[in-house]
């Protein structure tokens, strides 16, 4: 074959190539452009603002009402509760004798400062003046009673040592403990809040400690500070 054939050979298979090329790549464009013709566009509109404004008004309407429903039958059980205790308060009274009554609705116990002074310094004798009930009774009973020195020296030389040998021990002025046959009276001073309570918490969980309560009041004033007073009950 001589060159010039070969060559129009070549040029022939190449414009071939070339045609069926751009028929194939004309058919894609073409397949393309339908697909997307034919895709139709999402658009959702949006929805009425008034027409959910209504709804949401009537969801709170409803709402309203039912939590006025609510609180109507919370009063109607309320007047019925109170309607009940007054009716057990009545039958309670009235299996009462006249004479425990008034002894229920007695005073508290008292007591004024010119009585505990003799037996208190400042600022503790106001503290012991202005309180009333348990400890006025238990101060009172701390007067009256006889030492029973055995007890007495024994537990009054436990709360020392424990008050000495507290972590805390630096932040207490322990002014003074003295018990008797079945009351200990503990007063002293503190140089911070609290203080006090957590050693006399701690002192709670002692196995010495055989008491069945106590009463801690605390105060603080310009000349004296911080300062706590406390008297506990002994276990009979």
């Known amino acids: ?38 895709t ?43 309607t009940r205790l007054d009716v057990k308060e009545n039958d309670y009274l009235s299996n009462i004798e006249p004479e425990k009554i008034e002894e229920s609705i007695q005073p508290r116990s008292s007591i004024t400062l010119a009585e505990v002074e003799p037996y208190l310094p400042e600022p503790f004798a106001n503290t012991v003046s202005e309180s009333k ?22 537990m009054e030389q436990k709360i020392k ?15 003074s403990v003295n018990c008797k046959k079945t009351i200990c009276e503990i007063r002293g001073f503190e140089k911070s809040n609290n203080v006090v309570g957590v050693i006399i918490s701690g002192m709670h969980t002692q196995v010495w400690w055989n008491f069945n309560g106590s009463h801690t009041s605390t105060g603080s004033n310009e000349k004296d500070g911080l300062f706590f007073y406390m008297l506990a009950s002994r276990k009979v």
């Open 40 to 82: 139709p566009l999402s658009y959702e509109p949006e929805k009425n603002s008034v027409a959910v404004y209504q709804s949401n008004k009537s969801d709170n309407d409803k709402l309203i009402q039912d939590l006025k429903i609510k609180l109507k039958n919370l009063e109607r059980n309320y007047e019925e509760l109170v």
């Open 161 to 175: 040592d424990y008050f000495v040998t507290h972590d805390l021990a630096g932040e207490v002025n322990l002014q």
């Open 133 to 154: 009930g348990t400890v006025v009774d238990l101060f009172k009973k701390l007067q009256a009673e006889e030492v029973d020195y055995d007890w007495a020296v024994e």
């Open 1 to 38: 074959m001589s060159l010039i054939k070969v060559i129009v050979v070549v040029v022939i298979f190449t414009l071939i190539s070339f045609w069926a090329g751009m028929q194939v790549n004309g058919s894609v464009i073409i397949e393309k452009n339908t697909a997307i013709e034919s």
